[in-house]
């Protein structure tokens, strides 16, 4: 078995601050991804890394960057934090891109201030 | 419009009862899946790609693809059966899910 660790668990900013969200998966596996989940909402893909030095944008890219650093691990940065900003981002990975089984970690909850 | 609808968006049961919870899909789909999301937060993989019906315990997954449906049984529901229950599809033979809002469960005493 693996497991996906991200970092921090909890995240308090300030509204206009650079934030940086951790994950780092032991599975071996070639592709992660980020979403985020707005409370009572579904899901959004907001970036996604096929293999290792890969980056796409999901459908809820704007204001966010995203690093492949290695192949366990794969950052997103918050590039300007909105006021009163409350979501919990979600990190995933899976065998391939093709291979549609999902693991996710235990989320970064992010409140801004 | 949103391409995933759950249903009921909410469901509050007596510790014994039994739940149905319905995904329906507005566009063609390659596959699907169930998740169960922890209070805390944590996410779950139920049944990946079901098709037909499957059973895991107290769990039954009954998936028709070509008619852009799927549905999740849970019996003799418990407290530790509550959170919120997510489906997902994917297109293409990607694994780009796109997910529903979920129905949250609260099952209690």
């Known amino acids: 078995g693996g497991i996906i660790t991200q970092t921090p668990k909890f995240l308090i900013g300030q509204e206009g601050q650079k934030l940086t969200l951790k994950c780092q998966q032991n599975?071996?596996?070639?592709?992660m991804y980020w979403y985020r989940q707005d409370s009572g909402k579904g899901l959004r893909l907001i970036y996604y890394s096929i293999t290792e030095n890969d980056l796409q944008k999901g459908d809820l890219s704007e204001g966010y960057d995203a690093s492949r650093e290695k192949k366990s691990s794969f950052s997103l940065t918050v590039t300007s934090a909105q006021k009163n900003e409350m979501a919990v981002f979600l990190c995933?990975?899976?065998?391939?891109?093709?291979?549609?089984?999902?693991?996710f970690g235990h989320g970064t909850k992010l409140s801004v201030l | 419009g949103q391409q995933v609808q759950q249903s009921p968006a909410s469901l509050v049961l007596q510790e014994g009862e039994n739940a149905e919870l319905q995904c329906n899909f507005s566009?063609?789909?390659?596959?699907m899946q169930w998740f169960y999301q922890r209070p805390e937060g944590s996410l779950v993989s139920l049944f990946y790609n079901p098709s037909g019906t499957k059973q895991s315990g107290r769990l039954t997954s009954t998936t028709v693809i070509k008619e852009r449906r799927s549905s999740l049984h849970i019996s003799s529901s418990q407290i530790t059966d509550s959170g919120t229950y997510l489906c997902?599809?994917?297109?293409?033979?990607?694994?780009?899910?796109?997910f529903g809002e979920g129905t949250k469960l609260t099952v209690s005493s």
């Open positions: 997902a599809f994917s297109q293409g033979g990607s694994a780009k899910l796109i």
């Open positions: 995933a990975s899976s065998m391939t891109f093709s291979n549609e089984r999902l693991f």
């Open positions: 566009t063609s789909l390659n596959s």
């Open positions: 599975f071996n596996h070639d592709t």
